[in-house]
């Protein structure tokens, strides 16, 4: 309902992979980025990138959470066939008949409102955070795994690890919230954590509906007013 983002995980070997020791990437051992998988990913979150008024619960959000909303994912390839190597991940939205596209960065240093290579290292650069989706072979690597086939996952969960503040709130949670980057959402964390979400909120729902998949454009009414456009 506060925030949102997507992120693509890129990871150096092909395939079902069952991992041991190192390859894992285990954080606690401080491997994390030894691991086979680029495990932060490459996030585009509007309101980490800026945007703090993008998505919300409420009519002050150009995105309201009350609402429902049609979430549309497009993943276009360097030389617009199926078989060309993925070169940006889009992120467009459909509500009371608008087309919206995700919000630009604001962020010093980081163009664009979609998922490219480029805006990755931009940003890991302006957040002073690790490469890994670069070293692990960005993009590319990720239509890879894509034209191998994936299974689409729908699930209402919690978190124990992190308690969700990667998503909405400060994270790293030690970090100070006023490093660029370390605020992803307005949340304070105080009612994130799994024990209090199951206790307080056992009857949560959600409804996921009128699934589809296609040729880019032709999943959502072309006749839809178009708020905004998409700046790369």
């Known amino acids: 309902k506060m925030a949102t983002a997507f992120t693509p995980h890129p990871c150096s070997v092909k395939g079902a992979y069952k ?104 940003q890991k650069k302006a957040f002073q955070d690790p490469d890994d989706h670069m070293m692990k072979g960005g993009l590319k690597k990720m239509g890879e795994a894509l034209d191998r086939g994936m299974v689409l996952a729908l699930s209402l969960w919690d978190d124990k690890a992190t308690e969700m503040r990667w998503l909405d709130s400060a994270f790293p949670q030690d970090d100070s919230a006023s490093r660029l980057g370390v605020m992803r959402g307005p949340c304070d964390g105080s009612t994130s954590s799994p024990l209090y979400l199951r206790s307080h909120s056992q009857s949560a729902t959600v409804k996921y509906t009128n699934i589809k998949y296609g040729e880019i454009g032709s999943t959502f009414a072309a006749g839809a007013r178009r708020l905004d456009s998409i700046m790369v």
């Open 19 to 122: 991992c041991s020791g190192t390859d894992c990437g285990d954080g606690a051992k401080g491997e994390r980025y030894m691991g086979v998988c680029d495990k932060d990913g490459c996030d585009f979150n509007a309101y980490r990138m800026g945007a703090t008024d993008f998505y919300g619960a409420g009519p002050g959000f150009a995105l309201d959470t009350t609402k429902p909303m049609t979430v549309i994912t497009q993943f276009i390839t360097t030389d617009g066939t199926d078989t060309g190597d993925l070169a940006e991940i889009r992120r467009l939205y459909l509500q009371d008949g608008k087309v919206i596209a995700d919000a630009n960065s604001t962020v010093p240093g980081v163009l664009g409102g979609a998922i490219t290579d480029e805006f990755c290292s931009a």
